[in-house]
């Protein structure tokens, strides 16, 4: 399993951007699907987004479709969460997962799916 660490939340005004980034530890990260799932208080954990070991297949949970995109750098085995057009609903913990797979082009959506997690990041937005 991997060691997964994610940075770059903060609080932004509605309207704002922001980018997580979350390092993972190994030698094996270009053989793990990604995803981003977040908790609101009083919420279940909701999916966000997800890319393929490869990085050639993202998904995005209906929320974010538009606003976020999800991407890869291999070589720096980090994957990142671009947030625009912020609204005040997506104050959240932002939770990175990984989970190892066999084809590269597959692309996990449930948190149930993942194996390994993040300690979380919050994300707030005012309105």
């Known amino acids: 399993q991997v060691q997964l660490v994610e940075s770059g939340g903060g609080l932004v005004q509605a309207g704002g951007s922001l980018r997580l980034s979350c390092a993972a530890s190994?030698?094996?990260?270009?053989?793990?699907?990604m995803g981003w799932f977040r908790q609101a208080p009083g919420k279940e954990r909701e999916y966000v987004a997800a890319?393929?070991?490869?990085?050639?297949?993202?998904y995005y949970g209906d929320s974010v479709k538009g606003r976020f995109t999800i991407s890869r750098d291999n070589a720096r085995n980090t994957v990142y969460l671009q947030m625009i057009s912020l609204k005040p609903e997506d104050t959240a913990v932002y939770y990175c997962?990984?989970?190892?797979?066999?084809?590269?082009?597959?692309?996990?959506?449930?948190?149930?799916?993942?194996?390994?997690w993040g300690q979380g990041t919050q994300v707030t937005v005012s309105s």
């Open positions: 890319i393929s070991a490869s990085g050639v297949m993202t």
């Open positions: 190994g030698r094996t990260f270009r053989s793990y699907a």
């Open positions: 997962a990984a989970v190892q797979v066999l084809q590269s082009y597959y692309v996990p959506q449930r948190s149930s799916d993942y194996t390994s």
